[in-house]
């Protein structure tokens, strides 16, 4: 089995969020750039598929270089190569456009994504990438088993899960539940000289369509001051007659 | 022109996000003096559409379709723009619809923007502000294609009544075998559950509540307000709630009108996936503790204690406001 870990750089969970330029760019200075979380579960699930069952996994990414360093430290944790489409990704109708030039290159059997980026939200990378392929898609993908070339897989749904079934070649938006969360792999020594030596291919973008365009940024209105209150009575009277929402 | 709307039902009746996309749909056709037509699956009373500004209904009815399918979904949704000649296409934010939208958006060649809190900036350019760095910010988003999908997030917009008289036409989208590739073997909802998704009120616990055990708190509070349960990550890692029920950066967003913070220390992760609720109210032990500072109303105090005491209160507030 081949797979494919679609792998996004991020601004760390913690990050402040700033802009610039007019509000018309994210600030990225004093910003620690991580694994996208959702695809953190994707490429962990991806090296139990590569421990338990035999799989190569590739990561790719596409941004300028200064992405090497997330893309190591997914190398670190287990993915055999990397792939780089140098260029900035502008949207995800883009991004999806230069990873589907990569799958079919590379004739994936799985490529896994990440739900969502918690940068820009956008949720329709594996989605598009998916459809664009003519490959079987699962969103919100908190299960995966695959025997042979047939995959089960659960998602969340609103208000529970459900359990599909698909063929192989697969798409998977995953995020949390993919794998426990203390079975996420932190790179070890080894692994990170290791990572060293693997190879990151860097690629040139192909043409593809930039759907939507991010004119300007601001950030949320500033909060009012809390209003402290001492009993139940005064809290029930206030969320009725006041912020009406009883 | 049209403006094409999803609307989602389930048993044959329209969820309520069904009721807030045909209100934003309006808005958008407004700004463009374009009409709404809905598709619905399965639905009855399609006609009540029509309270929300809906002119034109189209229902498909096929039983192959009663167990919601992003591709079959996406696919009958993308002939019906096609048909009607729609410019733009809204969504809500739930998870079939995220499912279905970048599926919808390949087919159509379509820019989608999902998290859309307000009606467009603009029209010309199509310009829609959302959310964005788990809802630290917001983005001015700019569609530059022809056709446009907007996925509204939940609560963001509201319901907007507008009457008018709602035409209803059966479709039959072609479908094919082929889109059916993915197929539903199990659905797994709990029964008679507020989901987090569709909650006008959520009550969240937190670390602070020390077990699983004492959960049955929480779930009395959320009975009587109608309201959904949720927690913190760690609460979800100890496995004393389901994962699901995880809001935040890393788990769900809260979108909810009033959102209830009970031992829940309010960590910068889990602030990020709460702040597009309307009004915070934080319950801790703990007068230092972050939340605070991120609340409308805050009360300090054991949770234990107050806990109880609110419920009694909104009960008795209940049987006196029904
Ligand atoms: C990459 C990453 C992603 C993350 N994503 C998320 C996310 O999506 N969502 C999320 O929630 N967290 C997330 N976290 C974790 C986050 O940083 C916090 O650890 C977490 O939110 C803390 O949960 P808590 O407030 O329930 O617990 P604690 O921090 O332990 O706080 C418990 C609170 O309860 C109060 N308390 C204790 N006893 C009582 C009592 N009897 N009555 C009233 N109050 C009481 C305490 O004063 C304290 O404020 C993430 C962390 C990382 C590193």
């Given at each position: 089995m081949k797979i494919l870990v679609c792998i996004s750089s991020v601004p760390d969970t913690t990050s402040k969020i700033n802009f610039t330029d007019g509000d018309t760019k994210f600030d990225t200075s004093g910003v620690q750039f991580v694994i996208n979380p959702n695809d953190e579960f994707g490429l962990t699930r991806a090296m139990w598929f590569k421990e338990k069952q035999g799989a190569a996994v590739h990561i790719a990414t596409v941004g300028e270089a200064g992405v090497e360093p997330t893309m190591r430290k997914a190398l670190a944790i287990g993915a055999d190569e990397?792939?780089?489409?140098?260029?900035?990704?502008?949207d995800g109708y883009f991004v999806a456009g230069q990873l589907a030039e990569i799958v079919k290159k590379g004739e994936y059997d799985l490529v896994i994504g990440g739900r969502e980026s918690i940068d820009y939200n956008g949720g329709m990378v594996p989605g598009i990438l998916a459809s664009m392929l003519g490959m079987n898609f699962v969103n919100t993908c908190i299960g995966l088993e695959i025997e042979g070339d047939k995959a089960t897989a659960i998602r969340e749904i609103d208000g529970g899960k459900e359990t599909?079934?698909?063929?192989?070649?697969?798409?998977?938006?995953?995020?949390?539940?993919?794998?426990?969360?203390?079975?996420?792999?932190?790179?070890?020594?080894r692994g990170i000289?290791?990572?060293?030596?693997?190879?990151?291919?860097?690629?040139?973008?192909?043409?593809?369509t930039q759907a939507t365009e991010d004119v300007s940024f601001d950030k949320p209105a500033p909060k009012g001051q809390v209003k402290m209150v001492e009993s139940v009575d005064e809290l029930v009277d206030l969320l009725h007659n006041e912020a009406k929402v009883i | 022109m049209s403006i094409l709307v999803y609307t989602e039902s389930e048993n044959g009746k329209f969820k309520k996000n069904a009721l807030e996309v045909a209100s934003y749909a309006k808005a958008v056709a407004d700004q463009m003096a374009a009409s709404v037509t809905?598709?619905?699956?399965?639905?009855?009373?399609?006609?009540?559409?029509?309270?929300?500004?809906?002119?034109?209904?189209?229902?498909?009815?096929?039983?192959?379709?009663?167990?919601?399918?992003?591709?079959?979904?996406?696919?009958?949704?993308?002939?019906?723009?096609?048909?009607?000649?729609?410019?733009?296409?809204?969504?809500?934010?739930?998870?079939?619809?995220?499912?279905?939208?970048?599926?919808?958006?390949?087919?159509?060649?379509?820019?989608?923007?999902?998290?859309?809190?307000?009606?467009?900036d603009s029209t010309e350019p199509f310009k829609v502000k959302r959310t964005a760095f788990s809802n630290k910010g917001f983005?001015?988003?700019?569609?530059?294609?022809?056709?446009?999908?907007?996925?509204?997030?939940?609560?963001a917009f509201g319901l907007k009544e507008d009457q008018t008289d709602a035409s209803v036409a059966d479709f039959s989208p072609e479908l094919k075998e082929d889109d059916f590739s993915v197929e539903s073997v199990e659905v797994d909802k709990v029964a008679g559950k507020v989901s987090i998704a569709d909650a006008e009120i959520v009550v969240s616990g937190g670390r602070g509540l020390k077990g699983p055990e004492n959960w049955e708190m929480i779930e009395e509070l959320a009975d009587v307000l109608g309201a959904a349960t949720a927690c913190s990550k760690p609460v979800s890692d100890m496995g004393w709630r389901p994962h699901a029920e995880h809001v935040g950066q890393t788990g769900k967003p809260v979108a909810a009108n009033l959102y209830l913070a009970i031992g829940i220390s309010g960590a910068i992760q889990h602030l990020a996936g709460v702040s597009a609720s309307k009004t915070k109210v934080v319950i801790n032990n703990d007068p230092e503790a972050p939340f605070f500072k991120a609340a409308d109303y805050g009360i300090v105090g054991d949770a234990f204690e107050v806990v109880p005491k609110l419920t009694e209160k909104l009960k008795e507030f209940k049987a006196e406001n029904e």
């Amino acid at each position: 089995m081949k797979i494919l870990v679609c792998i996004s750089s991020v601004p760390d969970t913690t990050s402040k969020i700033n802009f610039t330029d007019g509000d018309t760019k994210f600030d990225t200075s004093g910003v620690q750039f991580v694994i996208n979380p959702n695809d953190e579960f994707g490429l962990t699930r991806a090296m139990w598929f590569k421990e338990k069952q035999g799989a190569a996994v590739h990561i790719a990414t596409v941004g300028e270089a200064g992405v090497e360093p997330t893309m190591r430290k997914a190398l670190a944790i287990g993915a055999d190569e990397g792939i780089r489409v140098n260029a900035v990704p502008t949207d995800g109708y883009f991004v999806a456009g230069q990873l589907a030039e990569i799958v079919k290159k590379g004739e994936y059997d799985l490529v896994i994504g990440g739900r969502e980026s918690i940068d820009y939200n956008g949720g329709m990378v594996p989605g598009i990438l998916a459809s664009m392929l003519g490959m079987n898609f699962v969103n919100t993908c908190i299960g995966l088993e695959i025997e042979g070339d047939k995959a089960t897989a659960i998602r969340e749904i609103d208000g529970g899960k459900e359990t599909v079934k698909a063929d192989l070649p697969l798409v998977i938006g995953g995020q949390k539940g993919l794998v426990e969360e203390s079975d996420l792999k932190i790179p070890n020594m080894r692994g990170i000289m290791m990572a060293r030596k693997k190879a990151l291919n860097v690629v040139d973008p192909v043409d593809a369509t930039q759907a939507t365009e991010d004119v300007s940024f601001d950030k949320p209105a500033p909060k009012g001051q809390v209003k402290m209150v001492e009993s139940v009575d005064e809290l029930v009277d206030l969320l009725h007659n006041e912020a009406k929402v009883i | 022109m049209s403006i094409l709307v999803y609307t989602e039902s389930e048993n044959g009746k329209f969820k309520k996000n069904a009721l807030e996309v045909a209100s934003y749909a309006k808005a958008v056709a407004d700004q463009m003096a374009a009409s709404v037509t809905a598709i619905s699956f399965n639905a009855s009373e399609n006609e009540s559409l029509g309270t929300y500004g809906v002119s034109k209904v189209l229902n498909v009815s096929n039983d192959t379709l009663k167990t919601f399918n992003a591709e079959a979904y996406a696919k009958a949704i993308a002939e019906a723009a096609e048909k009607e000649g729609a410019k733009v296409v809204v969504v809500s934010s739930s998870a079939n619809s995220k499912f279905l939208a970048p599926i919808l958006a390949a087919k159509l060649k379509a820019g989608y923007v999902p998290n859309v809190v307000e009606a467009p900036d603009s029209t010309e350019p199509f310009k829609v502000k959302r959310t964005a760095f788990s809802n630290k910010g917001f983005a001015h988003t700019a569609i530059k294609t022809d056709i446009k999908i907007v996925g509204v997030s939940t609560n963001a917009f509201g319901l907007k009544e507008d009457q008018t008289d709602a035409s209803v036409a059966d479709f039959s989208p072609e479908l094919k075998e082929d889109d059916f590739s993915v197929e539903s073997v199990e659905v797994d909802k709990v029964a008679g559950k507020v989901s987090i998704a569709d909650a006008e009120i959520v009550v969240s616990g937190g670390r602070g509540l020390k077990g699983p055990e004492n959960w049955e708190m929480i779930e009395e509070l959320a009975d009587v307000l109608g309201a959904a349960t949720a927690c913190s990550k760690p609460v979800s890692d100890m496995g004393w709630r389901p994962h699901a029920e995880h809001v935040g950066q890393t788990g769900k967003p809260v979108a909810a009108n009033l959102y209830l913070a009970i031992g829940i220390s309010g960590a910068i992760q889990h602030l990020a996936g709460v702040s597009a609720s309307k009004t915070k109210v934080v319950i801790n032990n703990d007068p230092e503790a972050p939340f605070f500072k991120a609340a409308d109303y805050g009360i300090v105090g054991d949770a234990f204690e107050v806990v109880p005491k609110l419920t009694e209160k909104l009960k008795e507030f209940k049987a006196e406001n029904e």
